[in-house]
C-alpha cells in the first residue's frame, strides 16, 4: 500500500499570505489528523477529521483551518501567515477513530515564512 | 506539569549497549500509548504500540507500559549507530478521537 502522501512538500510564503497544504491517506484509512512541528513546541495536535467532519481541534487560532473530502483527502489552509508559522506540518491517517489505531505519517510539509 | 513528559536528552550510549528512554504522562485515564522515531529532517515513524500493562517485544525494541505509575518507556537491545534518532512518546488521551499528544522526544546518540 502507498504510504501517507502530502503535497507540496516545500514552501516559502511572506507574512500576510494564505497556504493550503494537501494530505491523501493510506487508501482504506477514512481519519485524516494534522500536526504541527516546531523546534521549541514539539509536535503540536491541529485537528482531526473523520468521514469529513472534524472531531477535534487543537489550541490554534482560527487562521487555521482544514476540511476532508468524501475520499478522505484532506487540506489544510492557513490564513494570514506569521512568521511564527514557520514550521513541518504533518499530516497522519488511521483506519479509523476512537480505537487505539496506530497513526501513520506523511512526510510533511515545510513551510518557510519570510 | 506538560501532558506527556519526556527528557530531551541527548542520551549517548556505546554500540551494542542497551538505550532505555522514559516517558510519563498525566492523564490517568489514557489508553493508547506510542513510541515514534524521527531521523532529522524526516517524519516520525511508528517503532511500537502498546496499550496494556506489561511489556511488547518486536525484535530489539521492547515497550513497556507501567499505567498505575502512569509511565511509558523503550528499550533498544544492541544498538546500532543507525538507531541515532529522536525518540517520540505519543499518547492517546482517554476521550474519543484521535488526538495524539506528543512528549518533546529524546534525543539518542549511539557511539560506534
Known amino acids: 500500500k502507498a504510504g501517507v502522501t502530502q503535497t507540496p512538500r516545500y514552501l516559502i510564503k511572506t507574512r500576510g499570505q494564505q497556504v493550503t497544504l494537501s494530505c491523501s491517506p493510506i487508501?482504506?484509512?477514512?481519519?485524516v489528523s494534522w500536526y504541527q512541528q516546531t523546534p521549541g513546541q514539539g509536535l503540536q495536535f491541529l485537528f482531526e477529521?473523520?468521514?469529513?467532519?472534524?472531531?477535534n481541534k487543537g489550541n490554534f487560532p482560527g487562521r487555521f483551518s482544514g476540511r476532508q473530502f468524501s475520499n478522505s483527502r484532506s487540506e489544510m489552509n492557513v490564513s494570514t501567515l506569521e512568521l511564527g508559522d514557520s514550521a513541518l506540518y504533518l499530516c497522519?491517517?488511521?483506519?479509523?477513530?476512537?480505537?487505539?489505531?496506530?497513526?501513520?505519517f506523511g512526510p510533511g510539509t515545510r513551510l518557510l515564512v519570510l | 506539569q506538560k501532558e506527556v513528559e519526556q527528557n530531551s536528552g541527548p542520551l549517548s550510549v556505546p554500540e551494542g549497549a542497551i538505550a532505555s528512554l522514559n516517558c510519563t504522562y498525566s492523564?490517568?485515564?489514557?489508553?493508547?500509548f506510542f513510541w515514534y522515531r524521527q531521523y532529522s529532517g524526516k517524519s516520525p515513524e511508528l517503532i511500537m504500540s502498546?496499550?496494556?500493562?506489561g511489556d511488547k517485544e518486536d525484535g530489539r525494541f521492547t515497550a513497556q507500559l507501567n499505567k498505575a505509575s502512569q509511565y511509558v518507556s523503550l528499550l533498544i537491545r544492541d544498538s546500532q549507530p543507525s538507531d541515532s534518532a529522536t525518540y517520540l512518546c505519543?499518547?492517546?488521551?482517554?476521550?474519543?478521537?484521535?488526538?495524539?499528544?506528543f512528549g518533546q522526544g529524546t534525543t539518542l546518540q549511539v557511539k560506534p
Open positions: 497522519a491517517s488511521s483506519p479509523w477513530t476512537g480505537g487505539g489505531e496506530t497513526q501513520y
Open positions: 487508501s482504506g484509512h477514512r481519519s
Open positions: 477529521y473523520f468521514s469529513e467532519t472534524q472531531r
Open positions: 492523564d490517568r485515564g489514557s489508553q493508547s
Open positions: 502498546i496499550y496494556s500493562n
Open positions: 505519543a499518547v492517546k488521551g482517554s476521550s474519543n478521537t484521535g488526538k495524539l499528544i
